[in-house]
């Protein structure tokens, strides 16, 4: 397994403007298809991956990103359930035998947002992931008519 931080994929290094200046690799899978929540993805945590898919530029998840978009979603989930739990009972509880000791649930609330962080940072969903992607501008296509029949002012004239 390589050392040191993982590769970052040709499209996003594009959309950072290929700060490097390293020759792209271009030869790279390009993963195409409709990411699709899958159907564990409930409550909560399907609520969240609506948000997040309707909120990004369309076409940037495909069918390859599902796994870890949905382990972000269930995350997100978890930390909010675990989050709705340590409100409602406080952070320590009483052990058996009468010791206080930190709720479970903060362990998993911990858990979760640590997977939360990692994850969103690999999915551009973090502020800090997203300040250095630029998008390409929109290029208005012409029309494969345009230039057939004159201008008014042309007709005019």
Not at 12 to 40: F, Q, S
Not at 62 to 89: I, K, N, P, S
Not at 109 to 122: D, E, K
Request: hydrophobic residues 40%; charged residues 20%; positive net charge.
């Amino acid at each position: 397994m390589p050392k040191g931080r993982p590769k970052k994929p040709d499209a996003i290094k594009r959309l950072e403007g290929n700060p490097g200046k390293r020759p792209l690799n271009g030869n790279a899978p390009v993963p195409t298809g409709r990411v699709a929540k899958p159907p564990y993805v409930t409550g909560y945590a399907g609520e969240v991956w609506d948000e997040i898919v309707g909120s990004m530029p369309p076409n940037l998840y495909t069918t390859v990103d599902a796994v870890v978009l949905a382990a972000f979603c269930v995350a997100a989930g978890q930390h909010r359930q675990a989050t709705e739990t340590l409100a409602r009972d406080g952070l320590m509880v009483f052990s058996s035998n009468g010791d206080e000791k930190p709720h479970p649930a903060l362990t998993a609330q911990t858990r979760a947002l640590t997977t939360i962080a990692v994850l969103g940072a690999r999915l551009g969903l973090d502020p800090s992931s997203r300040a250095s992607l630029v998008m390409p501008r929109a290029v208005k296509l012409a029309s494969k008519f345009e230039g057939l029949i004159g201008s008014q002012s042309e007709a005019g004239a």
